[in-house]
């Protein structure tokens, strides 16, 4: 156990022993004579760092790439008169700290070689093998980036691709950032203005994406300084006024110690200070600060099951705050970070937040994929912690799901302005949520994302024909919100001629359903015609949510509003786009496959059916006395399935076609690939039913059509 002093005077990050000590790197040793046998001093800081995380690490790489990096550089100095070496070896020395692997380090050692001196990319390639020397030319890349504020969005692109083939990439340009930012000060205060807000507004966002929190919260301590130097100071005298004062964190930990002992968990219990940024957004939340808000306590354990049982004892032990509890072991976030977060109450009432994690979750909270290891390695070369992927998402290091899904995008995006302007929507999510496909994968998607956006996530292009979903196998809207852990089965239209509707955009979260949807309707001025036609908000309403009592849209208990048309013995669907409901004046339009689709008068689709020519069938609503006329044969049928895509849209199909109108519908949740789909049905008479249910059984994937003893439920 380690018992921490804590000193809210001193430089915040520097206290606590779980913190990676990044500050003194400012001043690399100058550098004496290099000697045939032993690593120059400058190198040997960033060997013994590296040996810390990797002992068996073969140096001699390190040695070569420094020798030729300061060989090249020679002569070159910084704008702070220091000689350019300084640069990348600090660079290197942030990585090394960090844990990231050999070759990292090596191409991070060359990694302003290629773009500053007369070393070429070939010269790297062959005296560093192609990994290295594909680092290097990715990060010179992204060098270009920084400086060519003209083209940015464009370049800002390039720099994605770069980065998507190779993380490692942007660790290299996450740490040259960092360097480059705590030596900002030689720079004119507008250049220093420029550098920090790009800071903030890109490098920022993928250092937390990467998971690199040590990098970021540096990073926003930097450029919160440069951009509001009042509130900076602000915040420094706020934590400058405590330093004197005993921290009342001191106590809680050694409560939290006595009672972890008692209960025989070996754990350290450390203060981690919180850094300037987010004393500032503590002090914005809550108005004042308490002497419990400058720091958290951090519990470190050996395996998962003790941070669960730490846990235990301290809301045994201690009164906790519940509201503050939160399980990011079990749900682990998008960046690999895992921990449980939990607030107790100390002996004097003082509100105390606490950090649980074991000793290799501390590792990736701190440094992200900077401490995965050489992905192409499966050998010890790789980190001892490497962090098991959680799902399909993670298990790519090098290329974790945002990534995949950027570069999918940027690839549609034609508009670098629209790119741009995406991209930074995109990294302004905090979080993402993972949602279960019903074939077994998981789709990754930012917080707050549609049934819209995972249909594109999933199908791309193809979810144009989407017409709905089905939510923990429930009916849902397309524009039901999506939250972590949910199963999406999403519903697509057999015929091509149906696409998205302009509404859908409403309820597309992430760029690549933004621009999907906004690419189909550029083309498709005319919208589609397509019998699947729907907006998302209004399901098609022979379709109703299982969740939904029947009847609840206003109309009679089991009376679905029914249509006649001039076209006898034609199929008849409501349109989606308009969902006629009665009394709105409608209008039929002959579709593919001989049904006829009804619209509301005024719906758009209509004059545009009319534009182009296409003849209008008369339709009226069948009034209620209408229907009495005619027998109301209602049934209850119960199909049985395997599940599959397309099955509900299929079924559903095989009931229009057979003149039925579902008066509800309901869909258990799968259990072991098979699904029971009840419908209760309105028919124009019982002679149709041995049909309807041929029908219903022709249908691939339904083995079972039967008359249920009772009515559907409704609930
Ligand atoms: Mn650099």
Redesign the pocket.
């Known amino acids: 156990m380690s018992a921490e002093a804590t000193n809210p005077g001193a430089p915040l990050r520097k206290r606590g022993r779980p913190r990676i000590d990044l500050r003194r790197l400012g001043r690399v040793a100058l550098l004496g004579p290099v000697s045939r046998d032993r690593l120059p001093d400058a190198i040997g800081h960033v060997a013994e760092a590296h040996r810390a995380h990797y002992p068996d690490a073969d140096l001699a790489i390190l040695r070569k790439a420094y020798v030729l990096a300061e060989s090249s550089h020679r002569g070159q100095m910084r704008k702070s008169g220091e000689p350019y070496i300084t ?2 070896l600090a ?1 290197t020395l942030i990585l090394a700290e960090l844990g990231a692997e050999t070759t990292t380090l090596t191409a991070s050692l060359l ?2 070689t290629v773009e500053d001196t007369e070393v070429t990319l070939d010269q790297v390639r062959d005296e560093f093998g192609d990994e290295v020397c594909y680092l290097v030319d990715g ?1 010179t890349k992204l ?1 270009k980036v920084d400086y060519g504020a003209a083209a940015e969005p464009e370049t800002f692109r390039k720099m994605l691709v770069a980065t998507g083939n190779d993380v490692r990439v942007m660790s290299i340009k996450l740490a ?1 950032r960092l ?2 930012m705590r030596t900002l000060g030689v720079m004119r205060p507008e250049k220093q203005a420029r550098i920090a807000k790009v800071t903030r507004d890109v490098l920022i966002p993928l250092a937390e994406r990467l998971g690199v929190q040590a990098l970021k919260t540096e990073l926003e301590d930097l450029v919160f300084a440069i951009l509001h130097p009042d509130e900076y100071e602000r915040t420094q005298a706020l934590i400058s006024s405590w330093s004197g004062a005993q921290d009342p964190l001191t106590d809680i930990a050694d409560s939290v110690r006595a009672t972890l002992r008692d209960a025989g968990i070996s754990a350290e219990v450390l203060i981690r200070p919180r850094h300037f940024v987010s004393v500032h957004r503590v002090r914005i939340k809550r108005g004042e600060m308490r002497g419990t808000d400058f720091g958290r306590l951090l519990v470190l354990v050996g395996e998962d099951a003790d941070c669960y049982a730490v846990l235990g004892e301290l809301h045994t032990c201690f009164t906790p705050v519940i509201s503050e509890f939160k399980d990011f072991i079990a749900a682990p976030k998008f960046n690999l970070y895992q921990s449980l977060h939990t607030a107790v109450v100390g002996p004097e009432g003082a509100v105390a937040e606490v950090l649980i994690r074991t000793h290799r979750m501390h590792k990736v909270a701190e440094a992200g994929v900077v401490a995965l290891g050489n992905p192409y390695t499966q050998d010890g070369t790789t980190a001892a912690h490497q962090a098991e992927p959680a799902d399909g998402e993670r298990a790519d290091p090098t290329r974790p799901g945002w990534l995949s899904r950027l570069l999918d995008w940027q690839e549609s995006a034609t508009d670098s302005d629209q790119f741009w302007a995406t991209l930074r929507d995109d990294l302004a999510q905090d979080r993402e949520i993972t949602v279960f496909r019903t074939d077994g994968g998981t789709l990754g998607l930012p917080a707050g994302a549609s049934c819209v956006d995972a249909a594109y996530a999933q199908y791309g292009d193809e979810a144009h024909g989407c017409i709905g979903a089905r939510v923990n196998g429930r009916l849902a809207t397309l524009s039901t919100v999506l939250n972590d852990g949910d199963t999406v089965q999403l519903l697509l239209a057999q015929d091509a001629s149906s696409g998205p509707s302009p509404e859908w955009l409403e309820h597309a979260r992430t760029p690549a359903a933004r621009i999907a949807i906004s690419a189909w309707l550029d083309a498709h001025p005319d919208g589609a015609q397509g019998p699947h036609k729907s907006r998302p908000d209004a399901p098609r309403p022979q379709v109703q949510p299982a969740d939904e009592p029947s009847g609840s849209r206003g109309r009679p208990a089991g009376r679905a509003p029914t249509v006649a048309v001039d076209t006898p013995g034609a199929p008849v669907r409501l349109a989606g786009c308009c969902t006629p409901v009665p009394p709105d004046g409608i209008v039929g339009f002959t579709v593919r496959g001989g049904s006829v689709t009804v619209h509301r008068e005024e719906c758009p689709a209509v004059a545009r059916m009319r534009a182009i020519g296409r003849a209008a069938v008369g339709a009226r609503w069948n009034t209620p006395d209408d229907r009495s006329d005619t027998p109301d044969y209602r049934v209850t049928l119960v199909a049985e399935s395997f599940g599959r895509p397309r099955l509900l849209a299929d079924l559903t199909e095989a009931i229009a076609t057979a003149e039925a109108a579902i008066v509800s519908a309901t869909v258990e949740p799968p259990s072991e690939q098979r699904v029971r789909h009840t419908y209760t049905l309105q028919l124009p008479d019982a002679a149709g039913l041995p049909g309807l249910m041929r029908a219903m059984r022709d249908v691939p994937g339904v083995y079972d059509v039967s008359r249920a003893q009772q009515p559907a439920a409704t609930g």
Request: cysteine-free; glycine content about 0%; charged content about 30%.
């Open positions: 640069h990348p660079v990694h302003d990060v060098e040259d360097h480059n």
